[in-house]
């Protein structure tokens, strides 16, 4: 390598003239960003040489520079034999910030310590004249192998360790040496590594979520995009490349702006100090630098997340592949794939793409993969997340499915975090949610928040996962919790710009005009409980009646209480308490009782024509009979059976409808439910009710009509269903077993506890039954379990009303006793406290 004119000046004037070079580059002489770096390290490189040459002339070294033996192509100096000075760490790597400390190791052969000790302070010294910070070490190749043998950070310096001046093959052979000792302790080294990295982390924080970070030490920081270079060189496993150079070199870049802002070493982005930093790198303002800051951490942050995940997995196979191979008889194992959603498997603890799975044609399969895996706790496969990212975008508005699957995957509680940054970090999110692109990484300068607007919205979706058996339609929460915070994107309050995106994100998603304008006040209004409450006097009737009509009724207002409270428990510790929690509830009460009233109970529709010919055909026949036809729904906004105006779009499918008529008997509901079950069919609504007949037709009929869909696969074809139904009916079909039996051989992947289910007697909603409401997880059988139970009970259903909303179950059962009335108070209560025993059992 040339030396420049500046190095040579450096090295010519001794230490002055390095000082003075290097201050020039340092105010503009050169480009910022890798470029400076580089310029710098390579200013370095020239004087610590000459320093070398120089001290190893007169200190006695065996060798110098003006009687070399082989040019080492060190910047021109002859190879000094037997000791030699290398950069390591940082610096190894060509690495120098401003202020970074310079990380020196003098290389020797051990047979003249004296003379090494002499060249040793005669290279010291003058780095520390001139105030530079010193990371030095004197050691020979056995001695840096041991050492790097007892201290994992000094291993981790070695692997970067570059020549710069003396006996070149010493440098080479220590090189060597070290990288083949990291490879062949790599099982060991490696999960020492990760539980560095992960103590680091817990006592730094998390880089892309603090307002005054540790560019450096944080996780999703230059140490641990460090520490995935190591994991590289173990040969083991590899870091995800899109974007992990630019987001490295970003950081680098903040960090050097940093030192020549402050002055100092630090690595600390102080909020005083982020406004100067901002100008020093051309950036609008600190809010800018933080966004980009905050982006290049979540690069980091997730390829160090896929990295680790997949050195467990080289090192559990490691660990496993002996001993099956030995029960093989040296075959090679295959890895086992289990189904989880249409086009979807598990291989290896990963959720990847089935093999038939076609990306470019199924628009529906990134959030049906996504939903998938948090149900399952189960990451994604990074590669399954790319090919997605080549998928069809979905049309406006939404299919059912889409809808289902992104709120199935909002409710799906801790998981759902590493599996929306798995989305993130291919672009799925914001293609998906393009108002996602404004709060992506935005930082939150309040001392109450601890997380980014972005990242705040999924926790807030968590945090609701929690509390949808506390409401009627937990689809609405879920997402209400998504968008509540969606217009911090947007100049003027937060809350009036949210109402707009929520309105035209839940239009697009393909929700109706009604379930619309419920997004929309209760994005409107996220912070009315709370502020009400801690604001006003509860006392006064205009307070509570102010708030009644801004909700507008009481379904709203029990999604309102729930995503209240989300929305503070995701915020941080500060913004919720026992006492605020007391306050919102009692604010909730008196709007509940101002919004009580009796709504008259709606008609029951008159049967079909369709529905009263089968009902004929099952009181002629004495069986069930069925009918299974494709269901439809116009898009959002038009009404079934509405002429759509020009430019709509065709209905969309949402499934299968299974309409089916038996002659009114005791357990039809579990014996229907337990054959769909068996078949794998699941329940998106269904509705049962007893069906009279005209008089010259005796006899009463029980209707159910399901809408339906395979788990995967295709459908089972109706004369199967009808002949499992007839043995169901007659009791030669043992459902309870058959189900029992299934579950135990391929038992269902959870990624969290659910919310345990909930059953409850809804007050006076109707005089001719007890109703009886059930909140769930959904699950395959749970209907069953239901019906079953409710047939120990000595109930007779009189209707039911069922609703899968992504992975949560809402039905209601409206049930009377043996002779056709309401239950008694103290018996409908013990009918539901013994239902949900059995459902959390």
Known sequence: MTRSDTGREAEDAGPSGYAAARLRLLQGEARPGPPRRAALAGLTDDWLTGLFDAGAGRGGGRGSAGNAEGDDGAHGAGAVRGVALVAVGGYGRGELSPRSDLDLLLLHDGTDTDAVAVLADRLWYPVWDLGLALDHSVRT????????????????????ARHLAGDPGLTAGLRTAVLADWRDQAPRRLPELRELCAERAERQGELRYLLEPDLKEARGGLRDATALRAVAASWLADAPREGLADARRRLLDVRDALHLVTGRATDRLSLQEQDQVAAELGLLDADTLLRQVYEAARTVAYAGDVTWREVGRVLKSRAVRPRLRALLGGGRPTAERSPLAEGVVEQDGEVVLARAARPERDPVLPLRAAAAAAQSGLPLSPHAVRRMAAARPLPTPWPAEAREQLVTLLGSGR????????????????????????????????????????RHLIETAVRASDLTRRVGRPDLLLLAALLHDIGKGWPGDHSVAGETIARDVAARLGFDRADVAVLATLVR????????????????PATVRSVAEAVGSQSTLELLHALTEADALATGPAAWSSWRGSLVAGLVERAAAVLAGDAPEEPEAAPTAEQERLAVEALRTGGPVLSLRTQTEPPAGEKAGETLGEGAGDPEPLGVELLIAVGDRPGVLPAVAGVLALHRLTVRTAELRTLGLPDAVPGSVLLLDWRV???YGSLPQAARLRADLVRALDGSLDTASRLAERDAAYPRRRGTVAPPPRVTVAPAASRHATVIEVRAQDAPGLLFRIGRALEDAAVRVRSAHVSTLGANAVDAFYVTGPDGTPLPGEEAVA???????????
């Open 141 to 160: 190749p056995a001695e840096a192998r041991r050492t790097a043998g007892e201290d994992l950070k000094v291993h981790l310096g070695l692997l970067d």
């Open 415 to 454: 998981p759902t975090v590493e599996v929306w940054e798995a989305l993130e970090a291919e672009g799925l999110i914001t293609r998906l949610l393009p108002d996602w692109e404004r709060v992506r990484c935005r930082p939150q300068r309040n001392a109450v928040h601890i997380w980014t607007v972005d």
């Open 525 to 540: 209004h996220h912070l009315l409980l709370v502020d009400t409450a801690t604001r006003r006097d509860l006392e006064d």
């Open 709 to 711: 869909a395979a788990e």
């Open 831 to 841: 009918v539901a406290r013994k239902l949900e025993e059995t459902l959390r059992g």
